[in-house]
């Protein structure tokens, strides 16, 4: 079983030890920013093959160390040509036209330089200049958002990711930014916000969730994203976390724990011999022997019983087992007959469950049916759990489905109904 604590490093293992890709601007999203401001070694300023045929003139004090700073930024030499900027810096009188001209081409080689400070004042005086173009302003500002985040700059990342989402609100690389700055900076319900605000949010996406709530003590809204994590990315780690979680939920009920055990059997939770030794004992306890002696073989197969010092204990549960299912096959249509007579739900439930264990649904199936039919059972709700776990046994996914939608409660059994759910759909 897990705890508080134990549930939030589940978290981060899974984040950290298993590698999972956290939202980063990489950095070869960079070379979109090189693409968009038009900079590469075959055009070293788009729409200029030469500065003197610009739209504006260029004088030739500015052109010269402008066209030189293109080249050399083009040859790769991003730090020389820095430098030769700096002769067209030393111009006076500088049209807006020229100015625009110098910072584009700044822009360029101090980003492939990794001069950040540099790269962003030259964004924001082009984007500031009034002459990009409509279809190139998003780009620039998506650009100066990404290289405010790679220097760590998180407010100002922040007020350019906002300004790139208030022009293009659909534009989820940015969203996926904004988020994982708001995370690293501390800002848990902006992350939060952001994270809830999307679709399809990724396994990582949904781990941050988790982590989050984690930190806010927000429970409930925990369990959700781990449901979420459990039905679309179906782990040991995420399906622990839940059903203990379920299990210590204040209300459960106890009777609910052999289908606790059931959950953690489908999610290839047992391990230790005492598990398997458990859950085997409450199966025979519940009149179901045919599911105790799956159980007991699993164990042996898996080679967690029959061996070590307690080999000769495990062997007797076996016997156990099989004797109580010889009892059961020459007893069960005497007994069937009673509790048909008696009107006894929980019997012909518990007898159902355990025909359909036995591989006998078309016996099994109706009797859970008059079950919860006459609705008089010690806790209905969990004969219709019964139900649609034995209809996905035999084979019947539309009917489990349907059957567990159907189930209610607040004592565990409408939780394990969902679980149930999400296992069916998304199994290990």
Not at 107 to 125: I, K, L, P, Y
Not at 234 to 261: E, H, I, Q
């Amino acid at each position: 079983m897990f705890n508080d604590r134990q549930d939030h490093s589940c978290l981060f293992r899974i984040l950290m030890k298993e590698n999972l890709p956290m939202t980063k601007f990489r950095l070869a999203h960079l070379g979109l920013v090189m693409a968009a401001i038009g900079f590469t070694a075959a055009a070293p300023l788009a729409g200029f093959s030469s500065v003197a045929y610009a739209a504006d003139a260029v004088r030739a004090e500015i052109g010269k160390p402008l066209q030189e700073a293109q080249k050399l930024a083009a040859a790769g030499k991003n730090k020389e040509a820095l430098a030769k900027l700096k002769e067209a810096d030393a111009v006076g009188g500088k049209t807006p036209n020229e100015t625009y001209l110098i910072e584009r081409t700044r822009a360029s080689a101090a980003t492939a330089a990794g001069d950040n400070d540099a790269a962003a004042r030259a964004f924001e005086a082009v984007i500031n200049s009034g002459k990009l173009s409509p279809a190139e302003a998003p780009k620039f500002s998506e650009a100066l958002a990404g290289i405010y985040y790679r220097a760590k700059d998180y407010p100002k990342a922040i007020t350019w990711f906002q300004r790139v989402l208030k022009d293009n609100p659909g534009n989820t690389q940015a969203h996926e930014y904004l988020t994982q700055i708001y995370y690293t900076s501390g800002k848990y319900a902006e992350a939060a916000k952001e994270l809830q605000g999307s679709k399809n949010l990724s396994e990582a996406q949904l781990g941050m969730l988790a982590n989050i709530q984690l930190k806010q003590n927000d429970k409930e809204g925990y369990v959700q994203t781990l449901e979420k994590l459990a039905g679309s990315y179906p782990k040991s780690t995420y399906w622990a976390d839940l059903l203990n979680r379920v299990s210590g939920k204040p209300g459960f009920a106890s009777s609910l724990s052999l289908d606790v055990l059931r959950l953690r059997l489908a999610n290839g939770l047992l391990s230790k011999p005492n598990e398997y030794m458990e859950m085997s004992q409450l199966s025979l306890q519940a009149g179901n022997p045919a599911e105790a002696i799956k159980i007991i073989d699993q164990g042996y197969k898996k080679g967690a019983l029959g061996t070590g010092s307690d080999a000769a204990r495990h062997q007797r549960l076996k016997d156990l087992a099989a004797k109580t299912q010889t009892e059961f096959d020459a007893k069960q249509a005497t007994l069937e007959a009673e509790a048909v007579k008696n009107k006894d739900a929980d019997a012909l439930a518990n007898m159902g469950y355990a025909l359909v264990s036995a591989g006998k649904a078309d016996k099994g199936l109706p009797l859970l049916e008059q079950a919860v039919k006459l609705g008089t059972a010690k806790n209905p709700e969990a004969v219709k759990l019964h139900q649609g776990i034995a209809q996905s046994i035999a084979g019947k996914k539309a009917a489990a489905l349907a059957t567990l939608k159907s189930v209610k409660g607040k004592d565990g059994a409408a939780d394990l109904a969902r679980y149930w759910t999400l296992n069916i759909n998304h199994p290990m």
